[in-house]
């Protein structure tokens, strides 16, 4: 049986803004050959944030080794890293202006350290013509190499480093399979303690059938490991194979997790139904 079609509800629907440099991103973006996750997971917020010059990077490809549910990031067998990949996205923050970049990757776990080392060079290659850049990592969980893919980040240190629970524990079998929901509060508590002054960062989304009380757990969770920064947004399914909405989310209902992650300490707290954790990043530094 089909599941019946959901209505999306008022504060979801919104013209695309697509004006101011929308065009001028987009060319650039496509001359230089750079994958985006804007694109990749068909954001709702590309006309506003590219309208901006902003964009995030995907690096390491467009193809994941992982299949999570929620994302629309095609499953496959990845190519080998690009070496031209870092010049390109410097050429890419020269050309745009970038003064916040936001770089994530697909899950490499082909490769032995998860491609942190693809994350330095990019980082280390844009320094060199955009010297006050600032940077923000959204990275896979790094998976059996947290210990040396947090080595290998040292060198391009600093940034935020993000990384994404995604969704409460009791859902990763369905959403995040390839996951472990320890293991990736374990990355920020390593990255924490290995650099105290780096902020961290993580984004839940809501609407997949989580409980109040498995959210405020993971809040807490995240307090657990000292984690700065948290983002909070509507889960909206991005392909037709991924997971179906469970709720549409009320934004007040966004606000009032946006106090009680604020009480818990929280020093930076987005939380809205089109937040996405590269949304406006750059306003928490
Ligand atoms: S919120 Fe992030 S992923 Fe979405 S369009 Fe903006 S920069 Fe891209």
């Known amino acids: 049986m089909t599941e019946p079609k959901r209505r999306l509800p008022e504060w979801l629907k919104r013209p695309l803004p697509a004006g101011g440099n929308f065009n001028n991103t987009s060319e650039t973006i496509s001359q230089l050959g750079i994958e985006t996750i804007c694109t990749n997971a068909n954001c709702p917020n590309q006309g506003e944030c590219w309208s901006h010059g902003t964009a995030t990077v995907l690096i390491l490809g467009n193809i994941c080794t992982r299949n999570c549910k929620f994302c629309s990031v095609i499953k496959g067998k990845p190519l080998p890293p690009d070496k031209t990949e870092p010049q390109r996205i410097a050429q890419l923050a020269t050309e745009l202006k970038i003064k916040y970049l936001v770089i994530t990757s697909v899950t490499r776990d082909d490769l032995p350290d998860g491609g942190a080392s693809q994350f330095r060079d990019v980082i280390n290659t844009v320094r060199q013509s955009n010297e006050n850049i600032r940077f923000e990592l959204l990275v896979p969980d790094f998976k059996n190499c947290q210990s040396n893919a947090l080595d290998v980040l040292a060198d391009a240190l600093p940034f935020v480093l993000g990384h994404n629970l995604e969704t409460v524990p009791r859902l990763y079998p369905i959403a995040r399979s390839g996951a472990n929901y320890q293991a990736s509060l374990d990355l920020l508590n390593q990255a924490k303690n290995k650099w105290p002054n780096c ?27 000292n984690c700065d920064r948290l983002s909070i947004g509507q889960y909206l399914k991005p392909s037709k194979s991924s997971l179906d909405v469970v709720e549409y ?8 997790w946006a106090i009680f992650a604020k009480e818990l300490g929280f020093k930076w707290v987005m939380s809205s139904p089109f937040t996405r954790s590269s949304y406006n990043a750059h306003t928490g530094s």
Do not use: A, C, N, W
């Open 249 to 256: 989310v009320h934004p007040d209902k966004f606000e009032q």
């Open 199 to 225: 902020p961290t960062k993580s984004s839940i989304m809501l609407g997949l059938g989580e409980k109040d009380e498995e959210v405020q757990q993971v809040l807490k969770d995240l307090r657990s490991v």
